[in-house]
Nanobody, 129 residues
């Protein structure tokens, strides 16, 4: 059974930092592309960042470029999202997701929720002004 479990969310002041983690079991982690997505109340789920199986290529939404960093540790079956310079508009439920890696994935596909097969339950991030 595939499980993705996020942790590390919380309440932080604007300008602060958080590090999200996603622990994965039930699949061969280094065969999978991984992504972070977020969904605020009343809004659609949006791609934040994603990373190829080796970590060699990363993709970021324009809204988080230069502030967020995605990484993975295949030996620990764990995905990370370092979030710095947080803004109130970053407030959302954050989800990690997995899809079997295929080459030639476009940026839109890499950050598109419909590309991903497996999802965690989410961790809440709230940024106060």
């Amino acid at each position: 059974q595939v499980q993705l479990v996020e942790s590390g969310g919380g309440l932080v002041q604007a300008g602060g930092s958080l590090r999200l983690s996603c622990s994965v079991t039930g699949l061969t982690f280094d065969d999978y592309m991984m992504g972070w997505f977020r969904q605020a109340p009343g809004k659609e789920r949006e791609g934040v960042a994603s990373i190829t199986w080796s970590g060699g290529t990363t993709y970021y939404a324009d809204s988080v470029k230069g502030r967020f960093t995605i990484s993975r540790e295949n030996a620990k079956n764990t995905l990370y999202l370092q979030m710095d310079g947080l803004k109130p508009e970053d407030t959302a439920m954050y989800y990690c997701a997995a899809v079997l890696w295929t080459p030639f994935m476009t940026t839109a596909e890499a950050l598109g929720a419909s590309s991903y097969n497996y999802w965690g339950q989410g961790t809440q991030v709230t940024v106060s002004s």
